[in-house]
């Protein structure tokens, strides 16, 4: 698996092993060090890895047995280790078990359990945790009437769950990014989004959200300032809008920019190329899907803060955008990319 965060990227093996790269200010990596990193390093101890998920400036893990560790910044308890303390190397969310997927959002983390339900922790300015409070919490707290999710994503400051193929989503809303047509917060699940059926997946931005459907049609709603949304404008849109002419098979968000997977093994990407993050060769932003320049039988993607990354069909980790801190894995921090390059394995 392959998941990116706003500087930094992180990618598992077959077997369970984690590397990442990229900035590590605060120990995003893992290697137990805050030097960031142009190549990959090994994330200390973690070897049985089912699944990661990059927030801004944490990671964290689901690991084999259905646990969570989690790593790097931890101001507002994003780690849910029941303190405020930065973390260089994977540590354990106490007392948290049977875990189904972990989602790493702006300063928050969800985890969804094999019951359906969910809980959250971190920041909660915005009612991200779902609690029916503001409060941040550095613990685990249970997600307000919400049972039955299947899937769950976070944004910076916002967070959707998946239940029957429809979507709920609940915190920051300025943007429209929650879907229900209104501007309005909310520091609980809200009704499933209306209209939006048949959704098999969900994916969230920095403020915006989309959901594609068992036919392939993607929707997009929330912060459209780039043209993130795809649906040919820049206008935002407090609920969903059809991504203009994209029949997907996966998708990823990044901060401001997202991408697309289609069945034919291409990659799609829309909204911000400041950097190059929509890997088409040039930086002018697009409100519709362009291909991505020479990419063919991708398999996975991962879109991050102003980077993109594709695991292709032969194992082949490529990625392209900002590279800063060396979040592109190619050995360089001198120059953003602006079509695919592979990621150098040490």
Do not use: K
């Not at 190549?39 to 101890?45: I, K, L, M, N, W």
């Not at 969570?68 to 973390?87: E, I, K, M, P």
């Not at 920041?123 to 999710?149: E, H, K, Y």
């Not at 998708?251 to 929509?278: I, P």
């Amino acid at each position: 698996g392959v998941s990116l965060g706003y500087d930094h990227t992180c990618a598992s093996t077959v077997s369970g092993q984690t590397y990442c790269w990229g900035d590590n200010f605060y120990g995003e990596l893992g290697d137990n060090s805050t030097v960031s990193r142009a190549q990959p390093v090994f994330v200390t101890g973690l070897l049985d890895t089912a699944a990661l998920d990059a927030g801004y400036n944490h990671t964290c893990a689901l690991r084999v047995g259905n646990t969570a560790s989690c790593w790097g910044y931890n101001f507002y308890g994003q780690l849910g280790v029941g303190d405020t303390t930065d973390r260089l190397a994977p540590t354990p969310v106490p007392n948290l078990t049977g875990v189904n997927q972990i989602a790493a959002g702006g300063s928050h983390t969800c985890a969804l359990f094999a019951t359906g339900a969910v809980q959250c922790w971190g920041r909660n300015n915005d009612g991200q945790l779902g609690d029916n409070s503001n409060s941040d919490s550095s613990t685990p707290r249970s997600v307000t009437g919400l049972a039955n999710a299947t899937q769950i994503v976070a944004g910076t400051a916002h967070t959707c769950a998946l239940t029957t193929g429809q979507v709920a989503c609940w915190g920051r809303n300025f943007s429209g990014q929650l879907g229900y047509g209104d501007t309005t917060s909310r520091n609980v699940p809200g009704p499933v989004i209306a209209g939006l059926t048949n959704v098999v997946e969900i994916i969230a931005g920095a403020n915006h959200t989309c959901a594609r459907q068992s036919t392939g049609q993607v929707y997009c709603w929330g912060l459209n300032s780039y043209g993130q949304l795809g649906d040919g404008n820049t206008i935002n849109r407090n609920a969903p809008v059809l991504v203009s002419g994209l029949m997907a098979t996966r998708l990823a968000a990044g901060v401001s920019h997202t991408c697309a997977l289609t069945a034919t093994g291409q990659v799609a990407c829309w909204g911000r190329n400041f950097d190059g993050q929509l890997g088409d060769g040039n930086t002018a932003d697009r409100s519709t899907p362009g291909q991505v320049s020479g990419l063919t039988n991708a398999v996975e993607i991962g879109a991050g803060g102003l980077h993109t990354c594709a695991l292709r069909q032969t194992g082949v980790l490529s990625c392209w955008g900002g590279n800063l801190y060396g979040q592109l894995g190619d050995g360089t921090t001198t120059t953003n990319r602006l079509v695919p390059t592979d990621v150098v394995w040490p």
